[in-house]
């Protein structure tokens, strides 16, 4: 968010409103504009969104029930998206109780790969695609099954998948507590399903294109765009992402993949002493999107910091794993700001730099009326 535009004159002439009530009003009512927004603001359904919706994705809408009547996709009404750091830093604050459905899972996960045709890894350390599933027909046994295979292999993936929208948000609820995202595009009437849709970004401002799109995976201080830099999901918040999953309904034939990391192979890349200097440090994890201080509304957006061990433990698996990524983790604590730059860089590079930790899944071609699924953790 920006307060481009708020004139002290503005101000003065609204002298018996708080300061940062004004500035929130302003910034609702569209006369400035947000850190996180492009250049065209839309809230609500888009009905523009509907002139370049996908075949396969309207399919896909169409199927599952939902209303498109007014416009694809939805983004949340501009009043309901924080403008200061202290209200986004308190969605989902509170300690949530997850409970870990891979831990008491079948380690041989019986009930789930008997119901694939084959089961193909893909590579060594990272990914498995199970052929022939239906995530829809999936029974509690075997989403716990499913849980655990995600925890040791990092992402799993389904192709040619007959799964509503509706069905996919039961799956999301069955892990965990799922995130509604305060202000990213969402399928209409059910927030939890963010729309990731890099042609309708463009449409509405966003400057992402093949020139550009790899500036975070150089130094996070540059914008990555698109999620397309190194990123881990929601590090900003008390409890990061356990599961995350996504649904490709349409995609090009050829482009748009994506490179999974085994943080546990990061981790064992490391030397014996290296590890023990790095177990129990903690580090300061940022936010994708900027807010302004309330107190210093002046001073520019700001990020949501929050601090996560470095390494952690996977509840289900009990293997360690190196928790960083270039675009936000931001520094070490109980170093220097010189040696937390050094340190930082070399573990980044330790997970961008060493193919066989990566596994990259190609997206397309989808069958029109299909989807293809991942879920990774």
């Not at 993936?157 to 069955?174: M, P, T």
């Amino acid at each position: 968010m920006s307060t481009a535009g708020v004139s002290s004159q503005t101000l003065k002439l609204k002298a018996e409103v708080p300061l940062d009530k004004e500035i929130e009003s302003i910034i609702k009512s569209g006369k400035a504009k947000r850190a996180s927004s492009y250049s065209r603001t839309i809230y609500g359904p888009d009905p523009e969104g509907l002139k370049i919706l996908p075949e396969g994705a309207r399919l896909r809408l169409v199927e599952s029930g939902v209303d498109i009547s007014k416009g694809y996709p939805q983004a949340p009404p501009s009043e309901a998206i924080p403008v200061y750091l202290d209200e986004a830093y308190a969605i989902r604050s509170e300690e949530y109780p997850y409970v870990e459905r891979g831990k008491n899972a079948d380690p041989e996960k019986k009930s789930l790969f008997a119901a694939a045709s084959e089961v193909i890894p893909l590579t060594k350390h990272v990914g498995t695609e199970l052929v022939g599933v239906q995530l829809a027909d999936l029974n509690d046994e075997q989403k716990d099954e499913l849980a655990l295979l995600i925890a040791e292999r990092i992402v799993v993936v389904f192709k040619d998948q007959k799964l509503s929208l509706q069905k996919q948000l039961e799956l999301g609820e069955y892990w965990g507590q799922v995130e509604k995202h305060p202000q990213t595009p969402q399928v209409p009437g059910l927030p939890g399903i963010t729309t990731i849709w890099v042609d309708y970004r463009r449409s509405i401002g966003s400057n992402v294109k093949f020139k550009n799109v790899d500036l975070g995976n150089w130094d996070s201080k540059y914008e990555g765009g698109a999620a397309t830099s190194t990123h881990t999901d929601l590090v900003h918040e008390k409890q990061p992402a356990g599961l995350t999953s996504l649904h490709h309904d349409s995609s090009p034939d050829v482009g748009g993949d994506t490179i999974f990391y085994s943080g546990y192979a990061a981790y064992d890349k490391l030397s014996e002493e290296f590890k023990k200097f790095l177990d129990g440090k903690k580090a300061v994890y940022i936010s994708g999107h900027k807010y302004l201080d309330r107190d210093d509304p002046f001073g520019g957006p700001k990020n949501i910091e929050r601090v996560h061990p470095l390494v952690r433990t996977h509840p289900a698996t009990g293997w360690k794993f190196l928790f960083v990524n270039r675009s936000m983790t931001k520094r070490i604590l109980g170093v220097s700001p010189v040696e937390s730059d050094i340190i930082l860089k070399y573990l980044f590079d330790i997970y961008e730099k060493n193919a066989d930790i990566q596994a990259r899944v190609r997206w397309g071609p989808i069958k029109l009326g299909y989807g293809y699924f991942q879920t990774w953790y």
